[in-house]
């Protein structure tokens, strides 16, 4: 049945995010969509959807802008999905790439092919963002395998076309030439990326070269597709990935807020402890990641943190100190897979001062640089705006290192100089070191309490209490009430049901130690700190009827874990003997039924903990303020680990016959609360357009977060272990306002008495009867 109620088309009430991809196109998008308004979701939120690489699962290898992937529905497939939503008054929101192209494969991309193929002649050149000198006038193409080079060859078709093949890679011949070193590129060692490489790339992915949005004429031919989806009206709003890869990320949003006319648009922006997103941004906020590690703290119990650390001290076998490790880590990566782009930073600072006719020493400013990004605090400034943090980062630098004092001297001015290239070029790279040291390293490498973990998160910050909670959601509610509010994404570590039960360890750190070192003497693995990471997400992942599939996704994500962390084993150099030993505990899940009883008894302890921790988030997330999403499948348990583990088709089918009551399933609560909150943000908006704390009184009252949103009132449970062990709620009452209040949940009035209000389940969501 059609909504006849539309919302407002600028602004979404709630969001569900769909993976398109070849096996699950727009048109299976489509088909969900009634299933999605019956859960009471407002917009769609897609994916990726312009021409990726051929078979990508994920679409952020956009190769061309002009068209939306033929592979995922194409043009038909989009306008189809676009008249469903509007058939059930819906809107449409879109993830997009501005920072990069997938150039994996050179001749699916025609700009990449062409500037290869003609070099800086090429109408393209500009739109790369090559340093061409440090190439004599080449890009350097890492591709070659050690000693491999044997294997390049010239090929030409029987009408005198020409191509370089390297196996079954392919790369254009420059017209009128025969030999490799006439070429406009040359391919390398694949070591060579680390000091080499002449074209910024995303992070440290040599296949996604970045492309120069800030330049008004690639602004425009980038985004040719997408300005249509506005001017026919297909698409309603945007989330921008990755903005601090961008040049000048406000200039970028300004001008994509005159390309959709003042559109609803999110970033993909991590925030730091205590960071504020810029104001002045064309933005209604972050895709959520900040909230998302509020909701898990408030979770959490404080009281955990101290034997959790001693436990993970004496596993590792020195103390942790988190700091130190993000400083170091982050300098590794400065000096290890991003170095390119220090000596990129350097040519920049060397060509400033030439100018000036000054000089300094080449290798000094490239160790002052490396060491100023690992030092920076937060993942980029935007200057002006947050030189106070360029100003941490030079303090830090000059305590680590006072050695490099003179160098600072010479930086600083530069590296302040909001127009200078240094400076411009300093901020694009700040955020890519950020990134592979602390979330693509450090966090495999602290697995204190790995719940925390998280995208977004600083898992040195344990636990926030109720008021602190509050505060953040004032201040929410205040300065970003159209932010997003996210759980699960496709970028999360742990699903969130994952961590819901991770989170139960911080009430349960005896039991967990005595497990754990069960679980370490039946299937031991060489590092014991590790091993306590992977047994985390074993049994976040773990049931004892568990899906088949588990083993293979276990062994997935161990190998991507214990590679990521890059202590004991890498990507590049994997030590077998290491790595075998870990994927022999990983089946010992399966295989050993000494392991099996052990995660059997901790399952047992923290399921029923876990299912409130779970149901808990999930209420908080969407009705808090902002815009709740969901991540696909998440309205039943959703315990993904690591991408791609959380890109996995899901069973739409089983979700809309739990809905509808004709198929069972012991997540039929979650799917309930799901519906239920956001089916009355979406008829009702206007009970929640403030935020005020709802207190408790009495001796358990602690173990309540509630709030009111201007007639919408949410209870939650929180640290639900030691709830239990106190006796239950007691005589603890919520303070409501005036009068009389009706549980959404459980269809029953209530007086406050949180004893009869939380009886059935750990949630409720209370409204006004009349």
């Given amino acids: 049945m059609t909504d006849t109620h539309l919302p407002d088309r600028r602004t979404p009430v709630s969001t569900y995010r769909l993976q398109v991809s070849p096996d699950f196109d727009l048109y299976a998008a489509a088909r969900v969509l009634p299933y999605l308004h019956d859960l009471g979701v407002d917009w769609v939120y897609l994916s990726p959807l312009l021409a990726s690489e051929p078979g990508s699962t994920h679409g952020y290898d956009v190769v061309a802008f002009d068209h939306v992937d033929p592979e995922r529905g194409g043009e038909e497939g989009l306008a189809a999905l676009s008249a469903e939503a509007r058939r059930l008054g819906m809107g449409v929101l879109v993830d997009i790439v501005p920072n990069h192209v997938g150039v994996a494969t050179p001749s699916e991309d025609p700009w990449w092919w062409d500037v290869l193929k003609l070099g800086r002649e090429s109408e393209h050149a500009t739109a790369f963002d090559v340093d061409w000198a440090a190439g004599d006038g080449r890009i350097l193409i890492p591709v070659i395998g050690d000693d491999d080079e044997g294997s390049i060859r010239i090929v030409r078709s029987r009408t005198g076309e020409g191509e370089v093949r390297y196996h079954d890679q392919r790369f254009p011949l420059a017209p009128g030439?025969?030999?490799?070193?006439?070429?406009?590129?040359?391919?390398?060692?694949?070591?060579?990326?680390?000091?080499?490489?002449?074209?910024r790339r995303f992070f440290a992915v040599n296949t996604l070269a970045a492309v120069r949005v800030e330049d008004p004429e690639v602004f425009a031919e980038t985004h040719v597709e997408i300005k249509r989806w506005f001017d026919e009206g297909l698409v309603d709003g945007l989330r921008v990935d990755h903005p601090d890869g961008l040049r000048d990320p406000k200039r970028y949003l300004d001008d994509l807020a005159a390309l959709t006319g003042g559109a609803y648009v999110l970033v993909e922006k991590i925030l730091e402890p205590g960071e504020d997103l810029p104001t002045e941004w064309a933005t209604s906020g972050t895709t959520g990641y900040d909230a998302l590690a509020h909701i898990d703290r408030v979770l959490t119990d404080p009281a955990g943190e101290a034997p959790l650390t001693a436990l993970e001290d004496r596993l590792r076998g020195t103390p942790v100190d988190w700091e130190q490790m993000v400083h170091d880590n982050k300098r590794a990566v400065a000096d290890g897979i991003l170095h390119s782009e220090v000596l990129r930073i350097t040519r920049e600072v060397e060509r400033v001062l030439d100018s000036r006719e000054e000089t300094a020493d080449e290798d000094a400013v490239a160790d002052a640089v490396a060491e100023l990004l690992a030092c920076f605090p937060v993942y980029r400034s935007y200057l002006p705006e947050g030189r106070e943090h360029l100003d941490q980062a030079f303090a830090r630098a000059r305590e680590h290192r006072p050695d490099l004092a003179d160098t600072y001297a010479v930086l600083e001015p530069l590296l302040h100089d909001e127009w200078s290239q240094p400076a411009r070029r300093f901020q694009q790279t700040s955020g890519m070191v950020m990134a592979k040291g602390v979330e693509d390293c450090s966090f495999y490498r602290w697995s204190r309490l790995t719940s925390l973990n998280e995208v977004g998160g600083d898992p040195s910050i344990f636990a926030i209490g109720v008021d602190e909670f509050h505060d953040a959601m004032a201040a929410r509610q205040r300065d970003w009430p159209d932010a997003m509010v996210t759980l699960s994404t496709h970028d999360t570590k742990r699903g969130e049901d994952v961590r819901a039960r991770i989170t139960v360890l911080a009430e349960e750190p005896g039991h967990w130690e005595q497990a754990l070192g069960e679980l370490l003497r039946l299937a031991p693995v060489p590092d014991e700190g590790f091993g306590s990471l992977?047994?985390?997400?074993?049994?976040?992942?773990?049931?004892?009827?568990?899906?088949?599939?588990?083993?293979?996704?276990?062994?997935?994500?161990?190998?991507?874990?214990?590679?990521?962390?890059?202590?004991?084993?890498?990507?590049?150099?994997?030590?077998?003997?290491?790595?075998?030993?870990?994927?022999?505990?990983?089946?010992?899940?399966?295989?050993?039924?000494?392991?099996?009883?052990?995660?059997?008894?901790?399952?047992?302890?923290?399921?029923?903990?876990?299912?409130?921790?779970?149901?808990?988030?999930?209420l908080l997330a969407i009705t808090m303020p902002g815009v709740p999403d969901v991540y696909q499948g998440s309205e039943l348990w959703e315990t993904s680990l690591v991408d791609p583990d959380n890109r996995r088709p899901v069973d739409f089918d089983h979700r809309a016959a739990v809905l509808a009551g004709t198929a069972e399933d012991d997540a039929a609560t979650k799917l309930h609360v799901t519906c239920t909150a956001l089916t009355l943000r979406r008829e009702r908006p206007d009970l929640f357009t403030t935020y005020a704390p709802v207190r408790a009184t009495g001796a358990t009252a602690g173990h309540a977060v509630a709030f009111d949103r201007g007639g919408a009132i949410t209870v939650a449970t929180r640290l639900p272990v030691g709830l239990a062990a106190a006796g239950g709620w007691g005589d603890t009452v919520l303070d409501l306002p005036e009068g009389r209040w009706h549980d959404l949940l459980t269809g029953l009035d209530t007086d406050g008495r949180l004893a009869d209000l939380l009886a059935a389940h750990p949630v409720a969501l209370l409204v006004r009867k009349d």
């Fill in 177 to 199: 030439t025969s030999t490799l070193e006439e070429q406009h590129y040359e391919l390398v060692s694949w070591r060579a990326a680390d000091d080499d490489l002449n074209y």
């Fill in 534 to 618: 992977l047994w985390q997400a074993v049994l976040g992942a773990w049931t004892p009827d568990h899906l088949p599939d588990l083993r293979d996704r276990l062994h997935g994500y161990a190998e991507k874990a214990m590679r990521e962390a890059g202590d004991r084993t890498t990507w590049t150099e994997p030590d077998e003997a290491y790595e075998s030993q870990v994927h022999a505990a990983v089946d010992a899940v399966f295989d050993s039924e000494d392991v099996q009883a052990v995660l059997t008894d901790l399952a047992t302890r923290i399921d029923a903990p876990a299912q409130a921790n779970s149901l808990a988030a999930k």
